[in-house]
């Protein structure tokens, strides 16, 4: 019951998600006026406002001016129920779940934003900064030390590989590696790994694909970033643990 629980919590936490990535980049309130196609500007109602079963009911367009609605809205849904269950299966039903389903939030916001606008909002990185410091602190205050200087770790880090190739990431993508240290400690080693093998591996996919134009072609690294996230809150400890064994770091 309680990961059907967060299947349905998650889906219906992907509708928001959807409300930040499109308000957010705007400057537009996140809570007020309630959802309206933006085509048409009418209310939508909040039978057709069920995530992604509304989608399919509606066949993907507005019910009042026919308008298509972006089949990325209940893709992010589904996406966000399948990580909180996801993440509910690997922590459980802990106190720790809820800093771990708050940073969820924050990457999928972040990678939607990234994908569609190329920026990750100052709004977004503040409010989950702050979430993460707070939610640990009430937590487990204990890891706070670890998790803050693993966010300025990280950030620092990003910031520096910005200030080298500013033309391969943003003052985004810096901050959204802060964030991540914030809330995953230590394993946001791991998760830069990760997203930086992702988008490395994509970004050769792309140009041998495309040829030598797909150079001058920016890739959000935002999603990369993203999810190196997810890999480093599930499996962070455990990567780290193999590399400290793999090495003899473990002793």
Not at 36 to 44: D, K, N, S, V
Not at 229 to 234: A, K, N, S, T, Y
């Amino acid at each position: 019951m309680g990961i059907a629980f967060l299947g349905a919590f998650g889906a219906a936490i992907g509708s928001f998600v959807n409300v930040l990535a499109y308000r957010l980049p705007r400057r537009e309130s996140i809570v007020k006026p309630r959802s309206r196609c933006p085509y048409c500007e009418t209310q939508i109602a909040g039978y057709d406002n069920i995530p992604i079963i509304s989608w399919f009911l509606l066949r993907g367009r507005c019910r009042h001016c026919h308008a298509r609605i972006p089949v990325r809205y209940p893709l992010v849904e589904a996406l966000t129920a399948l990580l909180f269950v996801g993440v509910g299966l690997k922590i459980g039903l802990e106190a720790t779940l809820i800093p771990a389903l708050a940073f969820t939030i924050t990457l999928v916001a972040a990678a939607e934003t990234d994908l569609e606008h190329r920026i990750i909002p100052n709004r977004l990185m503040a409010t989950s900064a702050i979430a993460a410091v707070v939610l640990w602190a009430i937590v487990d205050p204990g890891r706070l030390p670890e998790n803050l200087i693993a966010g300025a770790a990280a950030g620092g880090f990003l910031l520096a590989a910005a200030l080298a190739y500013p033309a391969g990431m943003g003052m985004g993508d810096v901050k959204l590696a802060g964030v991540m240290g914030l809330f995953i400690g230590a394993s946001v080693a791991p998760a830069l790994f990760v997203g930086f093998a992702a988008g490395a591996l994509v970004g050769i996919a792309i140009v041998l694909a495309r040829g030598t134009s797909a150079r001058k072609q920016g890739v959000p690294f935002g999603p990369f970033l993203a999810f190196g996230g997810i890999v480093g809150l599930l499996y962070g400890p455990a990567i780290i643990d193999w590399y400290g064994g793999f090495s003899g770091l473990g002793g």
